[in-house]
Each structure stands twice: as C-alpha cells, then as structure tokens.
C-alpha cells in the first residue's frame, strides 16, 4: 500500500527495508492510545477552526468505529500497515473517504508516537501501581496474623536475633511502599502532552496546545518541541521502578525458596503455585518463586538497553527510539505477570510457626541477650560478649539450645546468673523488649501496623 510518507519517492521500498523498518507487529497495542490522542487532536481542529465541526464530527465517529471493530474483533491489525498510526489514518479515510485525510494536519508522526507513548506509559504507572496495593494487602494480613510468630532474623544468612514474621514481611511492605512512591513521582514528571510539537519545531497552524492537553488528562503541555518528540526519560524511569520492583520481588522469592526447603520448612507453598519433578515423585518445587527470581534479569536487560540506545542520540527525533517499545512492552508484561502470580503465592502460603521459632532457638539469636542480661547485673559488656560466646560453644558441644542449659551450668561460666535468667532470654521477651520505633517488640509493630492501615485506606480513596 501507498506510504503516508511516499510523496517524495519515486521508487517502491525494498521488501526487507520496509519489513525492518515498520513497527506495526508491536506498536499495535497503542490503538487506543493512537485513537483517543487523534479524536482529541480533531476536537481541538474544529475549534481552533481550522476543521469543520462537520468535518470533526465525520472524524469522530469514523475513529470511534475503528475502536470498536478493533475490540469486537472484527477489524484486524496487521502487518500490511507499516505502523499503527498508517493503519488508524488508512482505516479512517477507506470509511468516511477525504475527510479522513484532514486526520494528520498540524501534527507529524513524531509528536502522536510520542503521545501515544506518553499516554501508554501513563496508563501503565497506574495499573502497576494498583497491582502493588493488592500485594500490599496481602503482606498487610500476613503482618496482622503474626505478630507473635516468633522465627530467627538473619545477617550474612546466618541466624542473628529474633524477630516475628510480622516484622520480617513488614520490611518488605516498605520495600513495596517505596515502589508505589517513585510510580507517582513517574507520573508526575511525565503528565505532559507532546502533542503541537510537529516533526520537532512545532507547527503553522494555530493550535491550541493546552485545550488538547486538557482534553487527554494532562497538566499541561510540554515548553520545548524538541525536546518533545526526543524524550524517553520517563520511559527509563517507568523501567527503573519496574527493575526496582523486581528486585524486591526477587529478594523475597529467594527467601521463600530457601524457607520453602527441606532444611528450613518455614512455609508450605498452595499446590497451584508448585510443581512436580517428572522422575521425583516426592518433589514439591516452587517455580513461581524461582521464575520471578529469574525474569528480574529480563526487566534489567530492557532498562540497560533504552539507557544504550539513547545514550548518543542528538535532538530532536531518530529512528533509533522505535526501539523503545519491545523491550518496554515486554518488561510491563512480566512485572505484571510477577506482581500478580507473586501476590497469590503469598496469599496462599501456609507458615510452620513452630518451626520458625524452634529454628530462632537453636540457631541462639538470643545470645545477644545473654550478654545484656549480664551487662543488666554489672558485667562490662566485653566480658558480657565474652561469656555468652563460652555458653553458645558449650550448646553446640552438647546440641542443644541456650534455653536448654541447666542454671549450674550457666553458673559455671557467671556467678551472677539467675533463675530469672530464662524469661529473660524466651523468645517472647527477647522480641518484646525491642520497643523501638521499627524494631519488632508487640507494641511498636501494632503501631506500624495501624499506620499501614490508613496508608492503604488512603490508597483506595
């Protein structure tokens, strides 16, 4: 078919040419975006004059048709368009003829991609956003649930101190808040419409640039038409948060795969979010875990090459930015397939308390206590330290925990040790005396609870 563009050529495209240069196979997911920008953009025509409200309306209804024979399925996107924007404009003027060619005055295709984009992306911000509220409801019920849930924290993933299942999840809950931040930051910075600004110098034509922004949602228009077709700053910045977002999603499916072993049974993962072993048939395996672990590199690798991409690119438009959206489109799919998948897995996983507060037991998170306990009767903390060392190398000689030694041999090492010396160190008290605000004592971690409720109540208002 003829080229929008195919005025100056006298001569037909190589096939092989045309085939790499369109983007029609992975920019067609933009018709929506490419549709309502273009009905803005003519509703805006017709009042600045410079189309009809006859003409507008032909328009109108001819791209409102196109939308829904796309969704209904009865018009199909396909690869005899070189882009998306060719297909709307084609499909347009084969329906109301002529008038459809009025579509594209005042604007180039750099500023509609570039809006199309911007209009993508900031849809996108706010369905990924509002997957991470669901995830955080779920971390919130874990955190209410257990607050008591006694297991070992760790550093060096060695067992350090104790700490409740409330407050290890909790941490992630800020992880995820974070996440929510920078998505609204994203979406602030990016809220500004591109469309006016031509090829890169804007146009001839009397456009009035805010009535469009207004029209599409926008807080305004962009200041600089150069910069305006060129921008893919917020798409970098929409892959960071997603490579972000994995990150912490990542970080938690490692501790669930290493929670979910033999070794440690912390949790029991829901049958639909395991597998099996073909020739094991005792094997539960939790590939949910691992393959969010694993598709953390994928989101990586598209931020790393848009960052590549633009890195030598000078104003205003090059072609080289049609390679924003593979890379892009793919990302958006696994952070949301992993967000969602992710956010059923914990939702359904079962937590062996009685193994996680026999693990903080035997692996003697509460060591550090000993020590404070001596230092609490007049001990000088080195020796406090020194002393709790001896009694941790005597458990390990003997298997058995610091809660299992009798007070003699507690005395053999200090005279200044008391039967008070088990309450003490029990696990109960060795969590609830930490009332600092963020530690995980019974009292302040109510409190972050209660503040992580109104911050969701908010969310959803």
């Known amino acids: 078919m003829a080229q929008l563009w195919g005025g100056r050529f006298t001569k037909e495209t190589d096939q092989l040419v045309y085939d790499f240069n369109a983007s029609i196979l992975f920019d067609r997911r933009l018709y929506r975006q490419d549709i309502e920008g273009s009905m803005a953009h003519v509703k805006m025509l017709a009042k600045q004059g410079i189309l009809t409200e ?12 196109i939308l829904r024979d796309v969704e209904n399925g009865t018009l199909e996107i396909t690869s005899k368009y070189e882009d998306i924007h060719s297909f709307v404009e084609a499909n347009l003027i084969e329906r109301i003829g002529d008038t459809g060619k009025k579509l594209h005055t005042g604007r180039s295709r750099n500023d509609q991609v570039a809006l199309d984009m911007r209009l993508y992306i900031r849809d996108e911000v706010k369905r990924t956003d509002g997957l991470l509220l669901g995830l955080l409801k779920v971390l919130q019920r874990i955190m209410e649930e257990n607050v008591d849930t006694f297991m070992p924290g760790f550093t060096h993933l060695q067992k350090a101190q104790p700490v409740t299942l409330a407050h290890h999840v909790g941490a992630y809950f800020e992880m995820f808040k974070r996440d929510r931040s920078r998505l609204h930051d994203i979406y602030h910075r990016m809220n500004y419409c591109p469309l006016g600004a031509g090829a890169l110098a804007g146009t001839t034509y009397p456009l009035d640039r805010e009535y469009t922004a207004e029209l599409l949602g926008f807080a305004g228009p962009t200041m600089n038409s150069m910069d305006s077709v060129s921008d893919r700053d917020y798409v970098i ?20 795969i290493i929670w979910n072993s033999n070794e440690y049974r912390f949790v029991e993962l829901d049958d639909a979010y395991s597998t099996g072993s073909s020739i094991m048939p005792q094997k539960k395996n939790p590939d949910i875990a691992e393959l969010v672990r694993g598709k953390t590199g994928r989101v990586y690798g598209a931020l790393m090459g848009l960052l590549t991409t ?8 090059n072609k080289d930015m049609q390679e924003d959206k593979e890379g892009v489109f793919d990302a958006i799919d696994t952070v949301t397939s992993c967000i969602t ?10 937590f062996n308390k009685a193994v996680m507060e026999s693990s903080a037991k035997n692996g003697f998170t509460n060591a550090t206590d000993v020590a404070d306990y001596l230092v609490n009767h007049g001990v000088p903390f080195r020796d406090a330290h020194s002393i709790s060392g001896r009694l941790v190398l005597r458990c390990i000689a003997q298997d058995k925990a610091l809660d299992d030694l009798t007070l003699e041999e507690f005395r053999e090492e200090s005279a200044v040790f008391e039967p008070d010396i088990y309450e003490a160190i029990s696990m109960k008290t060795c969590v609830e005396k930490r009332l600092t605000l963020g530690a995980p004592g019974q009292t302040v971690m109510r409190e972050i609870i209660k503040r992580n409720r109104d911050y969701l109540d908010e969310a959803e208002r």
């Open 54 to 65: 006859e003409e507008c309306n032909s328009i109108q209804q001819g791209l409102q048709g």
């Open 237 to 256: 910045e929409y892959l960071s948060a997603l490579a972000t977002i994995m990150m912490h999603l990542s970080r938690f499916s490692e501790e669930i």
């Open 341 to 350: 998948l992710f956010t059923g897995m914990a939702d359904t996983m079962k």
């Open 310 to 317: 633009m890195k030598g690119l000078p104003l205003a438009y």
